[in-house]
């Protein structure tokens, strides 16, 4: 039988491929790739660039500033649109891909998908060695592009035009699966990229991706409705994949129907909104007392999509009931078996549906539902002393937490990722509908903010996207402002300026350190930068201003809501002041020996919070 072929470069049957793959939201197809964010070198502007070029009016390609910003920007688009489209990222080799490497570990820690393209070096190696190849003396085929492998969900080299058929179908598994999405890497020989191949025509027929909702087993079903039912003090942690699998109704109808209080996990935030009743906010090291006073005393935990990590369980030393037992409802076996849980291994929607039919006419203790709401309450209160206005010279982030809310409301969209901001946000920022809070926290990546918040932008256009973010954070990578102005991709930037690596410092304090190259002051120094972010932001073409206090802030943040540029506003604030109301004990190992006092002083605390921790 004869098969219908077309003759293409493999450059360019990657960029074909790329162009018809779909996907249904609300009834309608549109592609599932966003754009391809691409930085040209030698090692892919002949072969990639050229088969972009060809498609750029069916596949939009974005020039970006740094190759790690604009794979964070990638990323960012895959979380906001909650993993049902995602992007493409192209670059030459060497220094260009590696660029790339710690916004793959950002995606692989946060499962979220994107396809890297990095170029690589010669197939036949007869130009050895080529510009900006690394040789390793006792590995012919080593390449630097290697380092992706650690950090990828699939990786694969692509050294002949005809591996592309089964790497693309196994790289779009991979994007669309629920429980193993993460990076792809498909590292593109740049001599291969431009040799052609009769593809066959099949390989480019038009391919719609639905998501698979993975149903529960029944024995492992029977056994968590059975906990639940026998449950005195049930809470259940939302996670990230609540919002993945666009479980936030059936959340909020099973947490209404059985009145369990709801804890958020900072990639869970805004599965419910702030205001519903039975959301106590956040959980964990940065979380409400509302939420961390439940965890303590639950008898049967829900973890839904979630990866239990550290902030979230405190060390796995906030859970203190003996009887405590853990249902882990996830995607992925891996999460759903942690920590001896019952695990629930399936999708979030149809697991919180099942559970609902089962647990028909069930509902919590009426007395600890009370005392969930009342608790709320209190938080609240506390809440709203942290973000009060005032006139204070310099702010604590709390402050200015509050001023933003207050000038922009819960509408929008927040962006962050490191530093204290995510933890005093996690408590206090009052998110509204699902997907309005959006922190990288599983990596918590400096410099992922503003990149980040270009990607959001571009996937929810219509929506005001706020990014808050350190000067630490900023001077690791604030370029990505410059793509947002080309791109007409208006953010609102406030940058909390205090003078260093203020959340770190608190940290090391706490541990008993000297005050020691974290602030600018503290670090080794012959003149400090006077640093005037606001001149900065203004040279890369955004409108920029510095307020001198919170009534300014707010007045800024209104008089900017409407405009259509980037918009950048610096405020001081003050490194040591953090919310004390709330948060719980994190495992942040003290030196058993010091000449200090204060470190030996802290090493006997540590010692005894080690006690209260669950091993295993």
């Known amino acids: 039988m004869t098969q219908t072929t077309i003759r293409l470069t493999m450059a360019q049957a990657v960029a074909r491929f790329l162009t018809m793959q779909k996907t249904m939201i609300d009834g309608e197809t549109v592609p599932i790739f966003g754009g391809v964010f691409a930085i040209f070198g030698h090692g892919n502007v002949a072969g990639v660039g050229e088969a972009l070029y060809g498609i750029k009016d069916t596949l939009p390609t974005y020039r970006a500033q740094n190759e790690q910003g604009m794979a964070h920007a990638a990323i960012a688009f895959a979380k906001a649109s909650f993993r049902q489209r995602f992007m493409a990222c192209t670059t030459s080799i060497g220094p260009g891909a590696l660029n790339m490497v710690t916004a793959a570990a950002l995606a692989h820690v946060n499962r979220l998908p994107v396809l890297l393209l990095p170029g690589d070096v010669f197939a036949n190696r007869l130009p050895d060695p080529v510009l900006q190849q690394m040789e390793d003396f006792g590995d012919g085929t080593a390449t630097v592009n290697d380092c992706f492998k650690p950090v990828s969900r699939y990786f694969d080299r692509i050294t002949r035009p005809e591996q592309i058929i089964p790497a693309l179908r196994r790289a779009m598994q991979v994007l669309t699966d629920p429980a193993d999405c993460g990076p792809v890497t498909l590292s593109l020989c740049q001599d291969v990229q431009a040799e052609a191949y009769d593809y066959p025509e099949s390989f480019f027929a038009e391919k719609v991706w639905a998501v698979r909702r993975i149903m529960p087993d029944a024995d492992e079903f029977a056994d968590a409705a059975a906990a639940l039912l026998q449950a005195e003090k049930p809470v259940i942690i939302a996670g990230g994949g ?65 990866r239990l990590q550290d902030f979230t369980t405190g060390s796995w030393a906030l859970f203190k009931n003996d009887r405590l037992k853990i249902i882990g409802l996830n995607v992925q076996p891996f999460d759903a078996h942690k920590h001896q849980a019952l695990p629930l291994v399936g999708d979030a929607r149809v697991g919180l549906a099942a559970l609902d039919a089962a647990l ?48 922009r409301g819960s509408d929008g969209i927040l962006v962050c990722a490191a530093g204290g901001l995510p933890g005093e946000l996690h408590k206090l920022w009052r998110q509204g509908s699902p997907g309005s809070y959006h922190m990288e926290y599983g990596f918590s990546t400096m410099g992922y903010e503003i990149a980040g918040g270009l990607g959001v932008k571009l996937a929810r256009p219509n929506k005001d996207v706020i990014v808050m973010v350190g000067d630490g954070s900023y001077m690791m990578l604030n370029s990505e402002i410059a793509s947002s102005i080309m791109l007409g991709a208006k953010l609102t930037i406030v940058v909390l300026d205090n003078a260093g690596y203020g959340c770190i410092n608190r940290l090391q304090m706490a541990t008993g350190g000297a005050n020691f190259n974290n602030l600018l002051k503290d670090s080794h120094h012959v003149v ?27 007045t800024a943040l209104r008089d900017t809501e409407e405009t259509e540029r980037t918009t950048v506003i610096v405020i001081d604030t003050d490194p040591l002041i953090t919310t004390d109301d709330g948060g719980h004990w994190w495992d942040v190992a003290v030196p058993e020996v010091s000449d200090r006092p204060q470190v030996n002083a802290a090493r006997e605390a540590y010692v005894t919070a080690l006690k209260g921790r669950r091993a295993g």
């Open 360 to 407: 028909t006419g069930w509902e919590a203790d009426a007395s600890w539902t009370a005392r969930a709401i009342a608790g709320k309450t209190e938080w609240l209160e506390a809440a709203e002393r942290a973000t009060a206005t005032t006139n204070a010279e310099l702010p604590s982030d709390a402050q200015v937490i509050g001023a933003v809310q207050r000038a």
């Open 528 to 554: 400090l930068p006077g640093i005037d972010f606001a001149a900065h932001a203004a040279a890369m073409g955004a409108m920029s201003r510095k307020v001198a206090s919170i009534a300014e802030l707010e």
């Open 242 to 306: 609540v919002l993945y699998s666009q479980a936030t109704g059936a959340l909020a109808a099973f947490a209404e129907a059985h009145g369990i209080p709801v804890l958020e996990t900072q990639a869970g935030k805004s599965a419910l909104p702030h205001d519903h009743r039975l959301n106590m906010g956040s959980v964990g090291v940065t979380g409400t007392s509302a939420s961390n006073t439940l965890a303590e005393e639950a008898d049967v935990i829900l973890a839904i999509g979630t």
